[in-house]
């Protein structure tokens, strides 16, 4: 039976060890704070900024704590969805695409970002041993990434983003699975 010394110092270990953990995993806070920041420079609604920043932080930093290769995944979330943040506030602020009768331009900007950002997470998640949960990750990320931007849009945006997200993302995971059997 132990002592209640080296209980206490099994104990500080443990605790010391978590803490190191949770100062390696509030790294991808940085990301979502300069993130954040941006979104406001933009002129993005702060109660929109300050919902899907809860969500991005918490859930980044969660997915840090978990392992290493959702700390990945979340970055290459966060990367993947900077598109889909930008393109439709571009495409609204330099009018580049002429509104037509009924429909926001930012709705398909969103739609081929979603695409892009889709393709480019499936891709990548091909290459990983957990692919399902690597994916996950990284597509919930970009989700709440380029609803930031998307939202320009309003609901129709975001939906569009989600709907090139799918799209984007059945190609590379259908042939994957053919691939497999």
């Known amino acids: 039976m132990a002592t209640t010394s080296e209980r206490a110092l099994a104990r500080r270990g443990r605790w010391m060890y978590e803490l190191g953990r949770a100062r390696w995993a509030s790294r991808v806070l940085i990301v979502v704070v300069l993130l954040l920041i941006l979104a406001r420079i933009i002129g993005r609604p702060m109660p929109l900024v300050i919902a899907l920043g809860g969500l991005l932080g918490v859930g980044g930093f969660a997915a840090a704590m978990l392992h290493e290769r959702y700390a990945r995944a979340f970055r290459i979330g966060v990367i993947a969805g900077i598109p889909a943040f930008l393109l439709p506030l571009l495409v609204r602020a330099l009018q580049l695409v002429p ?83």
């Not at 990548?124 to 380029?146: C, K, M, N, P, Y």
């Not at 309003?154 to 691939?179: F, H, K, N, W, Y």
């Open 99 to 181: 509104p037509a009768v009924g429909v926001e331009p930012c709705v398909p900007a969103s739609f081929l970002s979603g695409i892009l950002a889709g393709w480019a997470i499936s891709r990548l998640s091909l290459d990983e041993q957990h692919r399902l949960a690597f994916w996950t990750v990284a597509i919930v990320t970009t989700a709440l990434t380029g609803s930031l931007g998307c939202s320009v849009a309003g609901g129709g945006g975001v939906l569009g983003m989600i709907a090139g997200v799918v799209t984007g993302s059945a190609p590379v995971v259908l042939r994957s699975a053919t691939q497999r059997s």
